[in-house]
C-alpha cells in the first residue's frame, strides 16, 4: 500500500475554475472547503470554488495546506499545490546516509555556524574583566537569642 488513494483531489476544470473532489464524503474535508469559499456542485462529489477571480490560486492552495494540516492525503495539481508531497521518510533517509557517506571528507559548516562557534573580538577583548563576586548568604530564618540583640 504504497500510494493510497487520496481523500480529496484538487485541481482546475475548463468550466467550474477551481475544484476539489470529496470522493469519500469527508466531513472535515467539506468543512474545510466550505469555509475557504468552495460551495458544492449539486448531485456530485465535486467542489467549485466560489468567486475564482478573487484570489482563487491561494484560497486553492490553502485548501490544500489546511486539508494536509488535518492529515488528509491531498492529490493536486503540480501548479497548484503548494508543497509537494514529500518522499517517504526511509527513501530520504537513505539518500541522507549516501550524501553523508560520499562527501564526508568535506566539513559541512557555514559561516553562521563558524561565527557562533568562534570567540568574537569583543570578547577576546575583555579578559580584563574582574569575575563577578558570590552570592551572599541569607541570614538564618531563626539565629540564637545572644545574636539578636547586639
Known amino acids: 500500500m504504497d ?17 476539489a473532489l470529496n470522493p469519500q464524503n469527508l466531513f472535515v474535508a467539506d468543512h474545510v472547503l466550505k469555509l475557504l469559499g468552495f460551495e458544492p456542485v449539486p448531485d456530485s462529489k465535486l ?3 466560489a468567486n475564482p477571480e478573487h484570489d482563487g490560486e491561494r484560497r486553492t492552495q490553502q485548501a490544500i495546506t489546511s486539508l494536509r494540516a488535518a492529515r488528509y ?3 493536486a495539481d503540480l501548479s ?3 508543497a509537494p508531497p514529500q518522499r517517504a521518510p526511509t527513501q530520504r533517509l537513505a539518500n541522507e546516509r549516501q550524501q553523508a557517506t560520499a ?14 562557534i568562534a570567540k568574537s573580538a ?9 569575575p563577578i563576586p558570590p552570592r551572599p548568604k541569607h541570614p538564618p530564618l531563626w539565629a ?3 545574636q539578636m540583640r547586639r
Open 3 to 19: 500510494n493510497p488513494e487520496p481523500h480529496v483531489v484538487v485541481g482546475r476544470h475548463p468550466e467550474l475554475g477551481y475544484v
Open 47 to 49: 467542489y467549485s470554488l
Open 73 to 75: 492525503q491531498v492529490a
Open 80 to 82: 497548484l499545490d503548494p
Open 103 to 116: 562527501h564526508s571528507a568535506a566539513p559541512r559548516t557555514t559561516p553562521t555556524a563558524q561565527a557562533a
Open 122 to 130: 569583543a570578547w577576546q577583548s575583555r579578559t580584563d574583566l574582574r
Open 144 to 146: 540564637p537569642r545572644s
